[in-house]
């Protein structure tokens, strides 16, 4: 079965750098879409970054484009995202997910608190 564990989150000040990584198993990691979620108290998910499976072509919500990265290596069967310049609105769960025709697979998130 499809299984992605999040991990890489804690608390950082304002202005540091976290590196999420997310392990993937349970189906052939190269052949799909991989995106990053958060979701914030009080608010709903939003889409942080998306990477194509092959190509690795990426794209980034408005909010984090500049300061986030998201990578993927297939021999690993691991996507990763590297957040630097963080700031307080940036606390959230972060979700790992894997796109699919009939539905999207999420992991269980991993929490980032940007705090001083």
Known sequence: QVQLVESGGGLVQPGGSLRLSCAASGFTFSM???M???????????????ITSTTGMTNYAASVEGRFTIS????????????NALVPEDTAVYFCVR????????GKGTQVTVSS
């Open 36 to 50: 990053w979620y958060r979701q914030a108290p009080g608010k709903e998910r939003e889409m942080v970054a998306y």
């Open 72 to 83: 993927r290596d297939n021999a690993k069967n691991r996507v990763y995202l590297q957040m």
């Open 99 to 106: 796109t699919g025709v009939q539905r999207n697979y999420w």
């Open 32 to 34: 799909y879409d991989m």
